[in-house]
């Protein structure tokens, strides 16, 4: 019998897969929590097998719970279930300790083995959030920012607008501008501070 936390700060997503679970007699949902915060506190007083953890919620969202609870040594493993593919959610939560990473539209069946297969301390993917983890992987070096584009996110991690950017590197505002836009697409962000958060963690900064 898998013990399961569900976290989701959906009450109806909670009740929804509470119910999924009921129908098979392999798993037992012990607890559920809303966000990350409440996540930690029910998976050190329950101590699962596993917590499904969903990432963007308000307050503490899931990465920080990941964090917190690899940081205490909690051994119960981390399966993400979001709706969320892109890569600055993916490589986060898998960096903070997540053993799988499913989305939500997974059929149930798929579900099933990725909680077993996570209770064993086995990595699971979903098919998309796979390839963009080999993506990473395997592509580094045309991923790489050029010289002018560490130049320009330097200059945004210190707080400068796009025209103070373009002001000290002698550019015009609109090359700035597309010069971001490519540091987002390699980096897999859709703003300046996803990106410098990125890029501090990978020590680009």
């Given amino acids: ?10 009450p109806i997503v909670r009740d929804g897969l509470r119910g999924i679970f009921t129908v098979d007699e392999g798993f037992t949902v012990i607890g559920e929590a809303g966000d990350g915060a409440e996540a930690v506190a029910v998976a050190e007083r329950l101590r699962p097998d596993v917590v499904l953890m969903d990432l963007r919620m308000p307050g503490t969202g899931g990465v920080e719970a990941i964090n917190r609870l690899t940081a205490l ?14 890569d600055s959610d993916v490589l986060p939560a898998i960096e903070a300790g997540a053993t799988g990473y499913l989305l939500k ?9 990725a909680v077993r297969a996570t209770a064993r301390g086995e990595s699971v993917l ?21 010289p002018r584009e560490l130049e320009v996110l330097s200059l945004v991690a ?7 950017t373009a002001r000290a590197l002698f550019l015009s505002e ?3 501008k597309t010069h971001l836009l490519h540091i987002y697409a390699k980096l897999g962000v859709r703003d300046r501070a996803a990106a410098v958060a990125v890029a501090y963690r990978k020590g680009l900064l």
């Fill in 1 to 10: 019998m898998i013990s399961i936390v569900v976290v989701d700060d959906h």
């Fill in 73 to 86: 040594g909690n051994p119960a493993r981390v399966l993400v279930l979001t709706t969320y593919d892109t």
């Fill in 105 to 113: 539209d997974a059929p149930r069946e798929e579900l099933f083995r």
């Fill in 126 to 146: 979903s098919p998309a959030v796979a390839s963009r983890v080999l993506g990473r992987v395997r592509g580094p070096v045309q991923d790489a920012l050029s």
């Fill in 158 to 164: 210190q707080g400068n607008t796009n025209k103070e």
């Fill in 174 to 176: 609109a090359t700035v």
